[in-house]
């Protein structure tokens, strides 16, 4: 059992950043970041595995940035250029397979909030 913790999300205004962390409680091959805005279903924002490989979702290329450090079982998403349309509960995920960005991953935060005003 992986257990995962999210911080560092907040209020900010259009175009600000926000960086979020997740701490793990052992290492995971995979790990991502997920979000779930009101009324919306759970989306892949972005996806590390243990090998370095990075997958992003579309509308946040350019824009967000997944890193993870092994040492410290810490997965970060790094979000600048922030839009309203970012707004939403994030969430950190974790599996020992990688499901890309599909919400399948066995382990799962509490997630975090992240509002962004225009």
């Known amino acids: 059992q992986v257990q995962l913790v999210e911080s560092g999300g907040g209020s900010v205004q259009a175009g600000g950043s926000l960086r979020l962390s997740c701490a793990a409680s052992?290492?995971?091959?995979?790990m991502g970041w997920f979000r779930q805005a009101l009324g919306k279903e759970r989306e892949g924002v972005a996806v590390?595995?243990?090998?370095?490989?990075?997958y992003y979702r579309d509308s946040v290329k350019g824009r967000f940035t997944i890193s993870r450090d092994n040492a410290k079982n810490t997965l970060y998403l790094q979000m600048t250029s922030l839009k309203p349309e970012d707004t939403a509960t994030y969430y950190c995920?974790?599996?020992?397979?990688?499901?890309?960005?599909?919400?399948?991953?066995?382990?799962w935060g509490q997630g975090t909030q992240v509002t962004v005003s225009s």
């Open positions: 995920a974790a599996d020992s397979r990688n499901w890309l960005l599909l919400p399948r991953y066995n382990y």
């Open positions: 052992d290492s995971s091959s995979c």
């Open positions: 590390i595995d243990s090998g370095g490989s990075i």
